[in-house]
């Protein structure tokens, strides 16, 4: 139980072009999910939190207009990654919330050349 | 602020071996998770520890939780090569959608 896909698993697109990254809860419903950014050899840093049905709530020095978050059901949120830079290059990982404990989607590597 | 402190962030160990991986938070914390991340994968959920005195065992892995020291620790037993990767802590923020601080990791090399 608790399985959360992600998709696509990996991404190269070019510069200034938008990437849309699905997060899915695939047997269990997700009040909330969380968007994650992890560099290289680090931690995990929260990008956003989405709870269903109501705007995400973006942690401090990420562009709202550049992640676009959309939370539209209980198993599906979505992020976008818009007029995306070599910058925003990352893994991205995702998380829905069952309970008490954030179960991972696989990630998604995105590469913007 | 919330800061969670693990340590150490490398350990290169041979099988076989005993060690002890830390986590120290700053602040009153009601949960505190640890998860294994394997190269290039997510993470996968090993313990959560709700309480003082919290004990958790799993295999080889046994996690514990002191909230008056404010500290967390993941325990390895006769270390295996499988158990290489990295591990962090995570502790709760309080806020009413469970975020989470993390901790940098601690990367786990386990030598035959």
């Known amino acids: 139980g608790a399985v959360v896909s992600q998709h696509p698993s990996w991404v190269i697109c070019k510069s200034g072009t938008s990437v849309k990254i699905e997060c899915r809860s695939l047997d269990f419903q997700a009040t909330t999910m969380f968007w994650y950014r992890q560099f290289p050899k680090q931690s995990l840093m929260l990008m956003a939190t989405s709870n269903e049905g109501s705007k995400a709530t973006y942690e401090q020095g990420v562009e709202k207009d550049k992640f676009l978050i959309n939370h539209a059901s209980l198993t599906l949120s979505t992020l976008t990654v818009t007029s995306a830079h070599p910058e925003d290059s990352s893994f991205y990982i995702c998380?829905?919330?069952?309970?008490?404990?954030?179960?991972f989607g696989p990630g998604t590597r995105l590469t913007v050349l | 602020e919330l800061k969670v402190e693990q340590n150490p962030l490398f350990l290169s160990m041979q099988e076989g071996k005993n060690y002890t991986i830390y986590c120290n938070y700053s602040?009153?914390?009601?949960?505190l998770y640890w998860y294994r991340q394997d190269p290039g994968k997510s993470l996968e959920s090993l313990f959560v520890l709700l309480s003082n005195g919290a004990v958790k065992q799993e295999g080889r892995l046994m996690a514990s939780l002191d909230t008056k020291a404010r500290l967390s620790t993941l325990h390895i037993t006769a270390a295996v090569h499988d158990l290489s990767a990295t591990y962090f802590c995570?502790?709760?923020?309080?806020?009413?959608?469970?975020?989470?601080?993390w901790g940098a990791g601690t990367k786990l090399i386990i030598k035959p």
């Open positions: 995570a502790v709760d923020k309080g806020s009413s959608n469970y975020q989470l601080i």
């Open positions: 602040t009153t914390s009601d949960r």
């Open positions: 998380s829905a919330r069952w309970g008490i404990t954030q179960y």
